[in-house]
């Protein structure tokens, strides 16, 4: 069983539909759970990070744990065609750790 | 402004040759980091360096040797290019928080033919 599944799409949506992206994991010693966004040819950069279970908002977009079930996901609501990049969820366990795991990312299009 | 810097952003290599990407943040960060991206394989860990004088190996290290300069600075060395070590590559920097967040640079893309 891989760490961390994440499905590479592509998806595409028409603008102003809500966006749903999703990881597994398996490593129940992940405690951070972090989505980053990543434009063609940039770096990627942080988006949202949850500690432990829950919902965080910020904006259009919402980063929901569920770590009964060991799966993440992030809603985009409103998309935009500027939200059209790929996104990485990303794992970290904690102290004593440096390294971050991470998926091979989701690519979405967000269509005018 | 604030950030990490890459250089150089593109390079062409001879399999065989030798180069150092450099990398430097002015964030004061403790921990600085060397990824490669491959289409379909995602991110993965070469080198990290969790504070200045430590190195240690990530997962995909072979080719490469790392050193951590200073504090601002990390670099990646390939001693001999191959072929399989054409990729985009990205150094990323992380400061003193809980949910070890990092900071990417805009990456290098090097080719080795």
């Known amino acids: 069983q891989k760490e961390v599944e994440q499905d590479p799409g592509p998806l595409s949506v028409p603008e102003g539909a809500i966006v749903s992206l999703n990881c597994t994991y398996s490593?129940?010693?992940?405690?951070?759970f972090m989505w980053y966004r990543q434009y063609s040819r940039k770096g990627p950069e942080l988006l949202m990070y949850?500690?432990?279970?829950g919902n965080k908002e910020d904006g259009r977009f919402t980063a929901q744990v569920d770590k009964s079930s060991k799966y993440i996901s992030l809603f985009i609501r409103d998309s935009q065609p500027s939200d059209s990049a790929t996104y990485l969820c990303a794992f970290y366990s904690g102290a004593g750790s440096y390294q971050l795991t991470f998926g091979k990312g989701t690519k979405l299009s967000v269509i005018p | 402004n604030a950030g990490v810097t890459q250089t150089p952003k593109f390079q062409v290599l001879k399999t065989g040759q030798s180069m150092t990407l450099q990398c430097a943040q002015d964030m004061n960060h403790n921990s600085m980091y060397w990824y490669r991206q491959d289409p379909g394989m995602g991110l993965r860990l070469i080198y990290y360096?969790?504070?200045?004088?430590?190195?240690d190996k990530g997962e995909v290290p072979n080719g490469y040797n790392v050193s951590r300069l200073n504090k601002r600075e990390f670099s990646l060395r390939l001693e001999s290019a191959a072929p399989s070590q054409t990729s985009v590559y990205f150094c990323?920097?992380?400061?003193?928080?809980?949910?070890?967040?990092?900071?990417f640079g805009a990456g290098s893309r090097l080719t080795v033919l």
């Open positions: 360096s969790a504070s200045e004088g430590t190195t």
């Open positions: 490593n129940s010693a992940f405690q951070y």
């Open positions: 949850t500690y432990s279970s």
């Open positions: 990323a920097s992380r400061g003193i928080s809980g949910a070890n967040v990092l900071t």
